[in-house]
C-alpha cells in the first residue's frame, strides 16, 4: 500500500520536524538515541518545552491543553519524535490522570492539575498493585471509605510505579 501525505500533511510534518531540530536539547536525544535513561531532570526539562510550544498533549481536548490535531498529525507527530529520539512524557500524567481528570473531574480539578501536568510541575505515581492481583484492577482489594470530607483508604501495596519521581499518587 503506498499511502501519500496531503501538501497540508507534509507541512505539518516539516514544521515538526524544523521545531525537534531546534528545541529538542542534543543531549536529551542522544541518551535516548542509545538507549540511556532520561531523568526527571531532563525529560521536565522536555515537557516544559513542548508545552511552552503547546505540544505536550497531543491525545488531550483543545480545551483542556491539548493540540486539536487529527490522527493522521499526531501520527506524524509521533514518528518525528522517535525519528528525531525525542523521550516520551510520563505516561501517568498524561496518558491516565490527565484524561481520567478531563473526564471525570471537576472544574476546580482540572484548574490546579492539567496546567502542572503539562509543564511537569507535578509528578505520578501508579498506586493499585496489590498482593495476588498485580495491577489487574478487577482483582484488588483496596478500598476507600468516606468519613466526613474525607477518604481513607485501607489495602496492601506491592509496588508502586515511579514512586521514586511522584508528588502525587492516583488509586
Known amino acids: 500500500m503506498r499511502i501519500a501525505l496531503t501538501s497540508d500533511q507534509a507541512a505539518f510534518r516539516d514544521e515538526v520536524r524544523g521545531f525537534l531540530a531546534e ?79 478531563i473526564r471525570y473531574g471537576s472544574e476546580a480539578q482540572k484548574a490546579e492539575f492539567l496546567p502542572k501536568i503539562l509543564n511537569a510541575d507535578l509528578w505520578w505515581c501508579q498506586g493499585y498493585s496489590e498482593p495476588e492481583a498485580g495491577s489487574d484492577l478487577a482483582s484488588v482489594r483496596t478500598r476507600a471509605a468516606r468519613e466526613g470530607d474525607e477518604y481513607v483508604v485501607n489495602g496492601q501495596k506491592i509496588w508502586t510505579s515511579a514512586a521514586e519521581h511522584a508528588d502525587w499518587i492516583f488509586a
Open 23 to 101: 528545541s529538542l536539547p542534543a543531549e536529551i536525544s542522544e541518551r535516548v538515541k542509545n538507549g540511556r535513561s532520561v531523568g526527571k531532570e531532563m525529560l521536565g526539562a522536555w515537557t516544559r518545552i513542548l508545552n511552552e510550544k503547546g505540544w505536550a498533549a497531543p491525545n488531550w481536548p483543545r480545551e483542556n491543553g491539548g493540540t486539536g490535531w487529527s490522527l493522521v498529525e499526531r501520527h506524524l507527530y509521533d514518528v518525528e519524535c522517535r525519528a528525531a529520539h525525542a523521550p516520551v512524557l510520563s505516561g501517568f500524567g498524561f496518558n491516565m490522570v490527565g484524561p481520567a481528570i
